[in-house]
């Protein structure tokens, strides 16, 4: 196969880095393609805005600047048609501490946090910490095509469930959910009287045809009982600056959810995330339409490889991330991760995200990465 010559296609040393991908197995033949972190240097006008940061020499107590603000607001109007106003904003280190502040904010200890699972597995620790209790439902599946089991949902509900946790687009089944669905799970809650936190961090990774829909655009209602969370973090590869924030339009929500993250994070935000994070937002739109493009043929050449020529694994469409979801029941394997990190592959094990035998492949890397990963696991299927 003929791999194109693009910015992509580069690769970079990153062990010795502190890389927590790159640092995770110690041996060096091991792939690394377990966590949600791409392996392509973040957008050159990032780089940038970074070093003029930098060069300024004085790294105090930073706080969101107007500038940022507009970015922002501009960008959910374009993309979403979403008018925002700038007090909804709740700026966050992270959208993991944005799960726990919504599970401590809503309720009291002991009341119900529904998640739907597989899921991103800070989700699932959210509630406990929380002192709360998790109730989870399995999404339905049916070749491989995920979507909301309603019904069961709507049989979990008691008087203590107070929460839903929302992942859309989905970690790790990389499911799109349309209007139509998330319309139908929303007036569920609205009857119940169960707030949403839908995180959307991966809302601009989108590798098919639905558009994505923020779940608090769906009416006045239901934005008012919910609490989004978004960040240039995943898109623009901006993990490691700690910069997120959450748009909360209820009043009385949104200062208990600032309230809760007292105690949790430190209330002023990474001075470097905010930096790239305006440069992302306001000056790289070029860079992620080549990103998109880049990983939607690496979706395809994993999507075939996987179901054409190592069966009996599985996966099903990547809506949106650059993370496959692959079922490896079929091997009938204890530990299907450890087979294959033996062939030299370093997946993420299913069970983390509450679902046993299967496992979670980052293709956002160089395809020449990606094409060595998918030879040593048909190798490894073969023997």
């Given at each position: ?157 008691t008087k203590r469930t107070k929460l839903l946790l929302l ?165 009938n394997l204890q530990d299907p991760a450890a087979f294959f ?43």
């Amino acid at each position: 196969m003929t791999v194109s010559k693009n910015e992509f296609d580069r690769v970079y040393e990153r062990r010795g880095t502190g890389s927590i991908k790159w640092e995770r197995y110690g041996d060096k033949r091991i792939i690394p393609m377990w966590v949600a972190d791409m392996d392509f240097r973040s957008p050159p006008a990032v780089i940038e805005a970074l070093k003029k940061r930098a060069s300024h020499g004085i790294y105090g107590y930073s706080v969101p600047t107007d500038k940022l603000h507009d970015a922002v607001l501009k960008r959910l109007k374009r993309l979403y048609g979403w008018k925002v106003k700038k007090e909804w904003i709740v700026w966050l280190h992270g959208l993991v501490s944005g799960l726990s502040a919504a599970c401590r904010c809503i309720g009291e200890a002991g009341d119900e946090v529904v998640i739907f699972t597989p899921i991103y597995p800070p989700f699932l620790d959210a509630a406990i910490l929380a002192k709360r209790k998790m109730v989870t439902i399995p999404l339905l599946c049916k070749d491989n095509y995920y979507s909301f089991d309603l019904q069961s949902f709507k049989k979990v509900i008691t008087k203590r469930t107070k929460l839903l946790l929302l992942c859309n687009p989905h970690n790790p089944v990389g499911r799109v959910f349309s209007k139509v669905e998330l319309s139908e799970l929303a007036k569920i809650c609205l009857k119940n009287n169960i707030k949403i936190c839908s995180d959307e961090i991966h809302c601009e990774l989108i590798l098919g045809e639905r558009k994505h829909t923020p779940t608090a655009t769906l009416g006045r209602e239901i934005a008012d009982n919910t609490i989004t969370m978004m960040s240039a973090g995943k898109t623009f590869n901006l993990p490691g600056l700690n910069c997120g924030f959450a748009v909360i339009e209820n009043r009385e929500l949104r200062k208990k959810f600032r309230s809760a993250l007292n105690g949790i994070t430190p209330p002023f935000i990474n001075t470097f995330g905010l930096a790239a994070s305006l440069a992302a937002f306001r000056d790289c739109e070029d860079w992620k339409r080549k990103l998109l493009t880049y990983l939607k043929k690496n979706k395809k050449i994993l999507y075939d490889a996987v179901n054409n020529e190592m069966k009996p694994l599985s996966m099903g469409d990547v809506e949106a991330t650059y993370l496959a979801w692959i079922d490896a029941r079929g091997l009938n394997l204890q530990d299907p991760a450890a087979f294959f990190k033996k062939a030299g592959v370093g997946l993420a094990d299913g069970s983390e995200f509450g679902a046993d035998g299967f496992l979670r492949m980052t293709f956002a890397c160089p395809r020449k990465i990606l094409l060595e990963a998918i030879e040593r696991m048909k190798k490894a299927i073969r023997k």
